[in-house]
């Protein structure tokens, strides 16, 4: 569900996490700092698409959920 | 800027408190900023993403003093005055000199407005609107990257995902506020000389549309009514909590702003049995008022004409129909045309199924000419309609709380009242025996308003959904919020509730329809008596009401 992260163009800058207004991203920061959306709280997200707007590469792509599309 | 660190948290004083963040917020900062006066502003989200702003958008209305048709100050000023109840021709007045300057700001910052090939901006007609007020963004999706960079080249200190929840006043002058940081927990007070209340007008989640997720709605869904709760709380009147309640039609499934651009441009509604039928309900058809775009089509579905409902734009020349999907929708919602792709959407080769949306509520703050509230040093930044209002109402109010902040005190919330506030900021956070979860509080609230209190609704209907809302009230004490984030939440339900108890009662006075976005069964018929605005206050035993006299206009 959106949004989804892109691995091979992420450079974990985390400004994606900064700008997500309803805070439902976050960094694994035990590991390489990837972002990726908390399960838990997915439903919260507006598809507003901040954290695109603010990612420098290009990374993240939107996946509909299906609520959205019937 | 001078903080303290206490035992609690920290102190801030400043002479401008700007509350909230989002477009109103940054207006404020723009001229509030830079005449020797500490300027704070604090919200919950990311100063370059919060708000409705943050993810885009693709008009600002401008009436701009040209020789076009009703593009003057006395025509802006008509508008307004006729089409809503509660204004002052003064605040309307400088809205109209905000606008401007504020167009100025935002090219400044990198806002490109579409021009006509004579030079002059191209603007076109909406919401019933006498002249063709609207300016056209192509590029809307970094506004307000571009502005929050402005902000804070400024000097404005800005506390990022800061949650507000109460304002404090002292012998009837605002004093502060208090909220937390939703990341740290970190609690903190700020004591003011005058602030401004930006805190958003369209409060979301009170209801559902199709999806049933209140997340997915037309604006942002992280506005919650604070700008009114709060205000309230500590004396400010609402205006028209009733009948400013708004909705719009919506893409099937998904909540996003854009209908604007859909019907000033010329789109179609259709219903189930392909008939064009917002003539019926609105002597613009679809560019009329929004109120009967959305009863209209709700009085379709009623009906059984719809579902579905489409806007067709295959009739739009080619240039126009691109324009419309590739341009202007991706600059009001960023993620518009991953929404059109998923479901295979092309203007120009098909109609777009919308939908009734769910209904959000709002009003306005009682205040003066220069929107200062009835609570002295508070000033109203949300008292107006769309990116516009927004930015020139908190514009205008941030320069009237400026120019105030001087002669007045600085004042702030008692050590007592910060302790007291804490403990009510983090209870659900250390409720332990807290069995519900901010959901198991909230969504009830929802399932009361739909049912009872929606397009269509009733008196007795209303007074049982105001019951219900009490009861839910009743659980307020069992929620537990297991972190931070849910705390945030756990606060933002309290908000609605709130919210939604004042719309009800307030509805109860005003017996007609015709003027807020629902028909009462048992009042169907508009009262030219009820023509004026409805104030209510907080009073000790319950809420107070009384009637604005109608505007001389």
Not at chain 2, 312 to 330: I, S
Not at chain 2, 457 to 483: C, E, H, Q, S, T
């Amino acid at each position: 569900m959106p949004p989804v992260f892109h691995d091979d163009k992420c450079i974990r800058c985390g400004m994606c996490v900064r700008d997500c207004p309803a805070y439902i991203l976050a960094l694994d920061k035990e590991h390489d700092k990837t972002p990726h959306l908390i399960e838990e709280y997915k439903h919260e997200c507006w598809h507003c698409g901040n954290c695109r707007i603010s990612c420098p590469k290009d990374a993240i792509s939107f996946e509909f959920p299906l609520y959205t599309l019937v | 800027m001078k903080s303290v660190k206490h035992d609690w948290g920290t102190l801030y004083e400043t002479d401008v408190l700007i509350l909230g963040t989002g477009a109103s917020g940054i207006g404020a900062a723009l001229n509030s900023t830079g005449k020797g006066l500490d300027v704070l502003m604090a919200g919950k989200g990311t100063l370059e993403s919060s708000g409705s702003l943050g993810g885009g958008n693709d008009h600002f209305m401008a009436v701009l003093d040209s020789d076009e048709p009703f593009d003057n100050m006395e025509s802006f000023v008509n508008f307004y005055m006729k089409s809503a109840f509660g204004y002052r021709e003064r605040q309307i007045e400088q809205w109209h000199d905000a606008l401007k300057p504020c167009v100025k700001i935002l090219e400044e910052c990198g806002v490109e407005f579409l021009r006509r090939e004579d030079g002059f901006y191209f603007r076109s007609v909406g919401f019933g609107q006498p002249g063709a007020w609207w300016l056209h963004i192509p590029n809307g999706r970094k506004i307000k990257r571009g502005l929050a960079k402005r902000v804070r080249s400024m000097g404005v200190t800005v506390l990022d995902n800061f949650q507000i929840t109460r304002l404090f006043k002292k012998d009837g002058k605002i004093a502060g506020c208090m909220g937390f940081n939703v990341l740290t927990g970190e609690i903190a007070a700020i004591r003011c000389r005058t602030a401004v209340n930006c805190l958003g007008w369209h409060a979301q989640r009170c209801t559902n549309n199709s999806s049933h997720n209140p997340y997915n709605c037309w604006f942002t869904p992280f506005t919650t009514g604070s700008y009114f709760t709060l205000a309230y709380d500590i004396g400010v009147p609402i205006v028209n909590a009733d009948i400013s309640c708004r909705g719009t039609i919506l893409p099937k499934g998904w909540g996003a702003p854009g209908m604007n651009g859909i019907n000033n441009m010329g789109g179609h509604e259709l219903n189930a049995l392909g008939e064009r039928f917002m003539f019926k309900y609105d002597p613009m058809g679809e560019n009329g008022i929004r109120r009967n775009q959305m009863m209209g089509t709700n009085q379709q579905q009623v009906e059984g004409y719809g579902p579905p409902f489409y806007m067709d734009m295959r009739h739009l020349n080619e240039k126009d129909v691109h324009h419309l999907q590739y341009v202007l929708m991706p600059a009001d919602k960023a993620t518009y045309l991953d929404y059109c792709k998923a479901r295979g959407i092309e203007f120009s080769k098909y109609p777009l199924e919308v939908e009734v949306g769910e209904l959000s509520l709002s009003g306005m703050l009682l205040a003066d000419d220069n929107l200062e509230t009835p609570v002295r040093g508070l000033y109203a930044g949300c008292n107006f309609t769309s990116f516009s209002g927004a930015m020139c109402g908190g514009y205008v109010a941030g320069g009237h709380a400026a120019e105030n902040a001087p002669s007045l005190d600085m004042a702030g919330p008692s050590e007592e009242e910060i302790l007291a506030e804490r403990d009510r900021i983090l209870a659900p956070l250390n409720n332990a025996s807290g069995t519900m979860t901010h959901s198991d509080f909230e969504d009830p609230i929802r399932q009361v308003m739909d049912y009872y209190a929606k397009f269509r609704r009733n008196m007795p209907g209303m007074a049982v959904a105001l019951d219900r809302l009490n009861f839910i009230d009743g659980y307020r004490d069992r929620v537990r919020a297991k972190n931070l984030h849910d705390l945030m939440r756990v606060h933002e339900a309290f908000e609605i509730l709130e919210l939604c108890r004042i719309h009800l009662d307030a509805c109860m006075q005003r017996k007609e329809s015709g003027r807020g976005m629902y028909v009462l069964t048992d009042y169907p018929e508009k009262d030219p008596a009820l023509a004026k605005g409805l104030v209510v206050s907080r009073g000790e035993e319950g809420p107070v009401y009384s009637w604005l006299e109608p505007a001389a206009k």
